[in-house]
């Protein structure tokens, strides 16, 4: 089983522009979360996804933030523009439908906005 | 406003004793607790869980002790290793509320001394 997957790993851009992230859950979770840590607040819940359907966005911050699941194997989180505040390490996750159930995650992407 | 609460950054433990990592919530619906563990540019990775109809959960060297009344888990680790430096999360979730969604507190950093 290969993971969660998540690209890039890295991320360094300037402010004022678009950032992307990706997301590739495990096959057969109908669930999927995009999470955002900083030193302050923790992992904070931004978004998540059932059955490729948005259920709950209210941790997103602002609407410069946007997130898709085309399909139930891609995902991607969008900053448009970015700023220098939304540095930090985006991690996505996975479950199974069932409640009372552990979250798989991704290895992160960091990103850094000059 | 923070409804899971890890109030200490940091943690340091001598090798082969006892690591005792607090976290307080103030949501009286959560009814499911679950602790993480992060290792460096890695994603969290589940350790243990309780429900709260227990008030412990026993996994190994790893035990999560749930006291309601005081809406205070703690997670044990005896004995402590030096692989398990790493920062834990405590997170938490109420089915009552009708969401599929864990709240994260802000981490605790072990370091275990060889």
């Known amino acids: 089983d290969a993971g969660v997957i998540q690209s890039p790993r890295h991320e360094v851009t300037e402010m004022g522009q678009e950032v992307t992230l990706r997301c590739k859950p495990i096959s057969g979770h109908d669930y999927l979360f995009w999470y955002r840590q900083t030193m302050m607040r923790g992992l904070e819940l931004l978004i998540y996804f059932n059955n490729n359907v948005p259920i709950d966005d209210s941790g997103m911050p602002e609407d410069r933030f946007s997130a898709k699941m085309p399909n139930a194997s891609f995902s991607t989180l969008k900053i448009q523009p970015s700023e220098p505040r939304d540095s930090a390490v985006y991690f996505c996750?996975?479950?199974?439908?069932?409640?009372?159930?552990?979250?798989?995650f991704g290895p992160g992407t960091r990103l850094t906005v000059l | 406003d923070q409804q899971v609460k890890q109030n200490s950054p940091s943690l340091s433990v001598q090798e082969g004793r006892i690591s005792i990592l607090n976290c307080d919530y103030t949501?009286?619906?959560?009814?499911?607790f679950l602790w993480y563990k992060k290792y460096p540019a890695e994603g969290p990775t589940f350790l243990i869980s309780i429900s709260s109809i227990k008030d412990k959960n026993e996994d190994g060297r790893f035990t999560v002790f749930l006291n309601k009344s005081a809406k205070h888990l703690s997670l044990h680790i005896v004995p402590s290793q030096p692989g398990d430096s790493a920062v834990y999360f405590c997170?938490?979730?109420?089915?009552?509320?009708?969401?599929?969604?864990?709240?994260f507190g802000t981490g605790t950093r072990l370091k275990v001394l060889a």
């Open positions: 997170a938490a979730s109420g089915s009552a509320s009708g969401t599929y969604k864990y709240i």
């Open positions: 996750a996975s479950s199974k439908i069932n409640y009372y159930n552990e979250q798989f």
């Open positions: 949501n009286s619906m959560f009814d499911y």
